[in-house]
C-alpha cells in the first residue's frame, strides 16, 4: 500500500495563525461531508430536527438565515421541508459547494459571503436565524462573541428565534480531548477523517484542531491535512452573551433531547427594544 501525501500544510503557517478560518473552509470545501459518515442523512435528520425546534418555538416560521452555512447542511434540510432559506459563509468555495448541492436538488437558496460579526450586508429581517455545528468557537476572543450575538440580532424580526449548535465544551474543557473516533465514510471513494486537538495549555481554552483526511485511489490512499483554531466556549458563557447582546428566554437543549448531535441553544429576540438600544 502507498501512501502520497496530497496536501501539507507548512507547520509555520499554522502555528503563526496564517491561515484564516475562510482559507481553512475554502480548502476543506470539497471534503467537508467526510465529518460525517453520511452527509446526505445528515442534511435529512438536522432538518428535521431544526424544523421540530421552529414549529415549537415559532409555529409559524417560515424566513430562515443561515448565517455560517458552509457547504449547506442546515440550509438545505430546512429548504427541503419548504423554508425560504438565505445562506452566508466567510468561505467562498463552501459557498460554491451549498450553490452547487441546491442546484442539485432544485432548491432556490441564495447563498451569499458575510462575515457573520456584521450581517449588515444581508438584507431584511428572517423569523430564525441559525448558526450550526461550531461556527461561533472559531471567535478566538469575547469581544468577537459578543459582536456575532448582537449581529444576529439585528437580522431577526421583533419574537424571531435564533438557534446555535457548538461542540459540547463544558465536557471538553474538563476532559481535554486529544482526539476522537475516527468517522469512516464507506464512499465510494471510502475516506477516514481523523482529528487530533492541540490544547495551547492545559487550562486554555484555545486549541488547534489538526483534519485528517484519508481518502482511498487507485494507487493506494490520499492524506489531506486541514489545521485551524478554536475557543472552547461553554454555555453559560454563551447564554451570557445572549443575553447581554438582548436574546430573552435563552435555553440549552440536550442534542439527545432533540434529535441533534451537539447540543442546541435557543434564544427569542424580545418584543421591545430595550432602552438605549442603537
Ligand atoms: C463547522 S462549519 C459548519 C458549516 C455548516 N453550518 C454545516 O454544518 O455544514 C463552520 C462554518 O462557520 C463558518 N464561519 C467561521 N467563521 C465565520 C465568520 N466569521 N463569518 C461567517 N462564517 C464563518 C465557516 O466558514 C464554516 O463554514
Redesign the pocket.
Known amino acids: 500500500m502507498r501512501v502520497q501525501i496530497r496536501r501539507t500544510w507548512p507547520l509555520s503557517r499554522v502555528y503563526s495563525f496564517g491561515v484564516s478560518?475562510?482559507d481553512?473552509?475554502d480548502e476543506l470545501a470539497q471534503d467537508?461531508h467526510v465529518?460525517y459518515d453520511d452527509w446526505y442523512a445528515a442534511i435529512e435528520r438536522?432538518g428535521a430536527a431544526l424544523d421540530r425546534l421552529i414549529r415549537n418555538r415559532l409555529a409559524n416560521a417560515h424566513d430562515v438565515l443561515?448565517?455560517?452555512?458552509?457547504?449547506?447542511?442546515?440550509s438545505l434540510g430546512l429548504a427541503s421541508l419548504g423554508y425560504r432559506v438565505e445562506g452566508?459563509?466567510?468561505?467562498e468555495r463552501?459557498l460554491e459547494r451549498a450553490r452547487t448541492e441546491a442546484v442539485r436538488r432544485a432548491l432556490e437558496i441564495s447563498f451569499a459571503r458575510?462575515?457573520?460579526?456584521d450581517l449588515g450586508p444581508v438584507e431584511g429581517t428572517f423569523d430564525v436565524v441559525i448558526?450550526?455545528?461550531?461556527?461561533i468557537p472559531?471567535?478566538l476572543t469575547e469581544d468577537d462573541v459578543a459582536r456575532?450575538f448582537r449581529a444576529m440580532r439585528t437580522k431577526l424580526r421583533p419574537g424571531g428565534l435564533l438557534i446555535i449548535t457548538v461542540r459540547d465544551y463544558d465536557k471538553a474543557l474538563v476532559e481535554r480531548p486529544v482526539t476522537t473516533t475516527p468517522q469512516i465514510n464507506s464512499g465510494p471513494p471510502r475516506q477516514v477523517l481523523v482529528r487530533l486537538h492541540d490544547w495551547d495549555a492545559p487550562d486554555s481554552p484555545i486549541y488547534t484542531i489538526h483534519l485528517l483526511v484519508l481518502t482511498e485511489g487507485p494507487t493506494g490512499w490520499n492524506v489531506s491535512h486541514y489545521s485551524t483554531r478554536y475557543r472552547a466556549i461553554g454555555r453559560e458563557a454563551l447564554k451570557l452573551a445572549a443575553e447581554h447582546a438582548g436574546f430573552t428566554r435563552v435555553r440549552w437543549n440536550e442534542g439527545n433531547d432533540v434529535g441533534f448531535h451537539q447540543p442546541v441553544m435557543t434564544a427569542l429576540r424580545e418584543v421591545n427594544k430595550p432602552r438605549n438600544d442603537p
Do not use: E, K, M, P
Open positions: 478560518v475562510g481553512f473552509y467537508y465529518v438536522q443561515d448565517c455560517s452555512c458552509g457547504i449547506g447542511t442546515q452566508t459563509d466567510i468561505s463552501s458575510c462575515d457573520f460579526r448558526s450550526c455545528d461550531n461556527a472559531h471567535l456575532v
